[in-house]
């Protein structure tokens, strides 16, 4: 259990573990061979906390979100969401898609009580949509369809239409990777402020390195091929972030290491 | 998907296309105003040369030059014209027409019915696509009046077994592109509806059946083509009014320019039966009709 140990050093929560990742490996079986998606994977989110999955594409980072969302199934080991073993989806965990993944037949607001909609939600669902709309700053975009929305637009839709279940956990996968830049950055300072206001934990998943250092509280990072994950840094930076705050500076060049793209002059000379 | 399901899904884009180039060149953007008008002459122009030309080949078969008898001339243009206006200023026309409407509407109702169902469990369960699919294509190949003497022993002389061919014909196309909206259905729609809490029978209801709307009306345009050139035929058998029954009967009083008049009628309430649907689709259809 020495990796799990080590994997472990970036905690610096003391809050309770929400998502409990043990020994997990998916493995996708083909005819021409068995995929390694991610394996010997040990990791433990917790309460409250933004942690940000970084990996190159092929570290089997969305699979990683996919199983904790109960979309798919781990090969080995196992998953579990407040102590109890994920077995499918469920409205408390909910997803944000690279795409939005928006249902274009509905407006903004349908869109949003779809979750609601889909369970029989019974109380006040007027309500709760509204307060999802002033949230996720949609006012005056209620009545609108998917197409009319611009990609960040779009984005907020999503985030409010899985906020819109109460969520526990709320699962990311590559939100902003469709945006532009400016948007994205506008998005990144949007998420944090909306997760953190809503304390839901919440799991971040992208190949951007400044966005995980951005947005996460920790980052856990993995390298693909097969896809492990390598080690988890913390980041103890207080949100709301500066962009250019030293030691986001730092860190950032630890992870440059990590991924073996800090080069120093002399390695660069004898290339 | 089969080959020939492929085929049918193919011919259903060229539908689709067409709509969509309908569309298009209706809402040209950003053209001056007086442009915009000429093309639009322009574009309706061209369509109404064609179908004049049509009309000249008409009056000229009939004229007398080709055959001299009063059988071919008695066919001419004029005389259906007469006969047209006659219809409608002694009324006699209406009843068959709501006869046939009526048959082509339970007809059709009948096929969505059964068909969309079938469809979504076909799109659905490859399983099901497989086992059908042979059955399917055989089954689709053959002409809907087969079914007639079966049609007539199984429901009796009179309006069920026209609307039992009506909907034997349309329903082919309603399964096949139901079938092929579910199979092509966004598969994130299905994942989100699912973290956020839908069970098999919400996924049906509030995602696949709504986000295949596109395709069930493609199918139903394709539909209402098959069933309204079925009517005319199924309605010569056992019934007594109806647009079909309508023709025998002025074939038999000798009346051929009632008889064109009849088939002028036909063919504008079929023309006008599919661009209702082309409307439905772009105005109903969450796409607009642009897939």
């Known amino acids: 259990m020495a990796s799990v140990v080590e994997q472990e ?4 929560s003391t809050a309770e573990a929400r998502i409990v990742l043990e020994n997990a490996a998916k493995v996708f079986a083909a005819r021409s061979g068995d995929t390694v998606a991610f394996q010997d994977v040990n990791l433990t989110v917790h309460e409250g906390e933004l942690l940000c999955v970084l990996g190159p594409s092929g570290c089997g980072k969305s699979t990683l979100l996919n199983v904790i969302a109960g979309l798919d199934e781990l090969s080995r080991g196992s998953v579990a969401v407040a102590g109890e073993p ?9 997803m944000v898609f690279q795409d939005y993944a928006l249902f274009p037949w509905l407006t903004v607001e349908e869109n949003i009580r779809f979750g609601l909609d889909a369970r029989g939600f019974k109380g006040d669902k007027r309500s709760i949509v509204a307060d999802l709309v002033a949230l996720t700053r949609l006012q005056g975009f209620e009545r609108a369809r ?6 960040g637009m779009a984005q907020r839709v999503a985030l409010a239409r899985a906020l819109a279940n109460q969520v526990e956990i709320l699962l990311m996968d590559e939100p902003f990777g469709a945006l532009d830049a400016f948007t994205r950055m506008e998005m990144q300072e949007e998420i944090v402020r909306i997760v953190k206001a809503q304390g839901v934990t919440t799991v971040f998943v992208t190949h951007d390195i400044d966005e995980a250092l951005f947005v996460g509280d920790r980052v856990a990072i993995m390298s693909a091929h097969p896809g492990e994950l390598r080690r988890v840094i913390p980041v103890p930076i207080a949100h709301p972030r500066d962009r250019v705050d030293p030691q986001l500076v730092r860190l950032r060049e630890e992870v440059f290491t990590e991924f073996n793209l800090a080069h120093t002059r002399e390695q660069y000379y004898h290339i | 998907m089969s080959e020939a399901m492929r085929t049918e899904g193919r011919l259903a884009e060229q539908v689709r296309d067409k709509a969509d180039a309908d569309t298009e060149t209706a809402q040209s953007v950003g053209v001056p105003v007086a442009s915009r008008w000429s093309a639009r002459l322009r574009n309706a122009g061209i369509p109404v040369i064609g179908f004049l030309v049509i009309l000249l ?19 001419q243009p004029r005389n259906a014209f007469r006969e047209l206006i006659g219809f409608f200023v002694s009324g006699v026309i209406y009843s068959h027409i709501f006869a046939s409407l009526e048959r082509i509407g339970l007809g059709l109702a009948l096929a969505v019915a059964i068909g969309v169902p079938i469809g979504i469990v076909i799109g659905h369960y490859r399983t099901a696509e497989r086992a059908s699919s042979l059955a399917f294509q055989f089954l689709r190949m053959i002409s809907p009046l087969s079914w007639m003497p079966i049609a007539i022993i199984a429901f009796g002389v009179g309006n069920n077994p026209v609307i039992f061919l009506i909907a034997i014909a349309a329903v082919w196309p309603m399964i096949i592109n ?3 909206g579910v199979s092509s259905l966004d598969q994130r729609w299905i994942r989100a509806a699912r973290t956020l809490g839908a069970n098999e029978w919400k ?4 995602v696949i059946l709504p986000a295949v709307v596109p395709d069930m009306l493609t199918g139903l345009r394709l539909a209402v083509g098959l069933a ?3 009517l005319v035929p199924a309605e010569m ?3 007594s009014d109806g647009l079909g029954y309508y023709i025998l009967d002025t074939r038999d009083r000798f009346n051929y320019g009632e008889l064109m008049a009849v088939i002028l009628i036909i063919g504008v309430i079929g023309y006008a039966l599919d661009q209702l649907i082309r409307l439905l689709r772009v105005h109903v259809s969450w796409d607009q009709g642009e897939r």
């Open chain 2, 178 to 180: 139901t079938a092929h």
């Open chain 2, 57 to 75: 080949f008409w009056q000229l078969l009939t004229s007398g030059l080709v055959s001299e008898s009063t059988i071919v001339t008695a066919f």
């Open chain 2, 228 to 230: 309204w050139v079925v």
């Open chain 2, 237 to 239: 058998l056992g019934v």
């Open chain 2, 203 to 206: 996924l049906v209801r509030m």
């Open chain 1, 9 to 12: 050093q970036g905690n610096v």
């Open chain 1, 86 to 94: 994920v077995a499918g989806p469920h409205y408390t965990r909910g």
């Open chain 1, 146 to 151: 998917p197409a009319q929305l611009s990609g």
